[in-house]
């Protein structure tokens, strides 16, 4: 890998380099799971709705509660069995977002949403995977409380991992929903795209979910073409970054346009362009003349487009 000399060293991708390990052999064990839950260097993570609960503590912010700080919230909703860190087990307890809003009143707490605080580098980087996965998790289960087959109350097993139903025994998991997000590219030209969403001056890579029965290259094509009307041959994988926005899980690419008239689907996009790739080096760095940015490093599009900065069509081999 080439590395741009304005650009310095690549940043660490966001929610990703997790040290958590899952432990699933524990998940179905209860008497493992209470002595793990009892153990003096248990952690536990807080969410409620989007926000986490983090202690300030000497200038910083902790987002990790010991057992007994963690139970004088309160029982929440679920409490889900993350993993082990160097053997410290991990938990997360999710709360209604209505239950955790009198607590932004506290002058020893902090509650912000985890996008914040990775965009802003609130906590170790550490705690940014685990919360990701808790996240992810306990949105999953607000969310599927009731059996989709027969619509009967569900139970919460294997450590959060599962819900029964007791009615129809259907057995449900997690779900993670893939997402290809690409950028096409033709020689020393790549095109960006607007969302609506997105901050007055920032561009950023064109994404969609994939569809039931889609490989990921045929994704891709389909996308950039429905996005924005170009052809795509090749198509490249680059990386995967976890999204817990509520549970997605992001498919990087890069993909060779073959065709060059952009036409915006303006009900997924405000705008679309081809970018110079030069120019685009300026909107990471922040210096681009007319005030144009590109996505943060915490993002994958941030990554991707950066490493065709550095290796050009070449990262097309």
């Given at each position: 890998m080439q590395i741009h000399p304005a650009l310095g060293p690549p940043p660490?991708?966001?929610?990703?380099?997790?040290?958590?390990?899952?432990?699933?052999?524990?998940?179905?064990?209860?008497?493992?799971?209470?002595?793990?839950?009892?153990?003096?260097?248990?952690g536990f993570y807080l969410i409620g709705g989007e926000s986490v609960v983090m202690k300030k503590a000497d200038d910083a912010l902790q987002p990790l509660f010991a057992a007994e700080e963690a139970r004088a919230f309160g029982a929440g909703r679920e409490t889900v069995f993350l993993g082990l860190?160097?053997?410290?087990?991990?938990?997360?307890?999710?709360?209604?977002?209505?239950?955790?809003e009198p607590l932004k009143t506290r002058g020893d707490l902090q509650l912000t949403d985890l996008r914040t605080i990775a965009v802003h580098g609130l906590v170790d980087a550490e705690h940014l995977p685990p919360l990701a996965e808790a996240k992810a998790l306990l949105g999953w289960h607000a969310r599927h409380r009731f059996c989709p087959n027969c619509g009967a109350p569900t139970n919460l097993v294997d450590a959060g991992w599962r819900r029964d139903c007791p009615s129809c025994k259907v057995q449900h998991f997690p779900r993670t929903d893939p997402v290809a997000i690409m950028l096409p590219i033709a020689g020393e030209r790549c095109v960006l795209g607007r969302s609506p969403r997105f901050a007055p001056t920032m561009w950023s890579c064109l994404a969609g979910f994939i569809e039931p029965g889609e490989p990921i290259?045929?994704?891709?094509?389909r996308e950039v073409r429905e996005e924005v009307g170009l052809i795509c041959g090749r198509v490249k994988y680059f990386a995967s970054q976890p999204w817990p926005f509520p549970m997605s899980l992001m498919i990087g690419c890069h993909a060779e346009a073959l065709s060059d008239d952009i036409v915006v689907d303006h009900s997924e996009l405000e705008d679309a362009r081809w970018f110079d790739r030069e120019e685009v080096a300026l909107m990471l760095l922040r210096k681009h003349p007319q005030g144009l940015t590109a996505t943060l490093p915490h993002a994958i599009a941030h990554h991707i487009i950066r490493r065709y900065i550095e290796e050009g069509a070449d990262v097309l081999r």
């Open positions: 660490t991708l966001g929610y990703t380099a997790s040290r958590v390990d899952r432990a699933a052999f524990c998940r179905g064990d209860a008497t493992a799971l209470k002595k793990l839950a009892s153990d003096p260097h248990a860190i160097d053997k410290a087990p991990r938990f997360a307890t999710g709360f209604d977002a209505a239950a955790v290259e045929e994704a891709v094509r």
